[in-house]
């Protein structure tokens, strides 16, 4: 009955030590991802953009702090425009060409 007894404690111990170890190891892993809190961007008023005329918006995409629009231009090829959603500047342009 002892031997019981002393099975059945250090199962719960076990039991306990694991639960432990696997909360430490979710608050390690919840640092590791950055813990970078969102907070509203700022406003930066009306920002104008040039778009090439005869250009369609393809696509855009919001990624933290950068907008990325998808451009279709009059030629049929496609151009990336990268702004920044904090300042509305634009920040890069890239053609993207097909290859003969």
């Not at 509203?40 to 990325?68: C, S």
């Not at 920044?84 to 060409?97: F, N, P, R």
């Amino acid at each position: 009955m002892r031997a019981l007894k002393a099975l059945v404690v250090s199962m719960a111990v076990l039991i306990f030590a694991g639960v432990v170890v696997l909360i430490v190891g979710i608050i390690n892993k919840a640092d590791d991802l950055g813990g970078e809190i969102s907070r509203p961007l700022a406003d930066f008023g009306i920002t104008q953009i040039a778009i090439p005329a005869g250009a369609h918006i393809r696509e855009t995409r919001l990624d933290g702090t950068k907008i990325l629009l998808h451009l279709t231009l009059v030629n049929g090829t496609s151009r990336l425009i990268l702004i920044s959603a904090t300042s509305g500047e634009q920040i890069g342009v890239v053609d993207l060409k097909s290859l003969p």
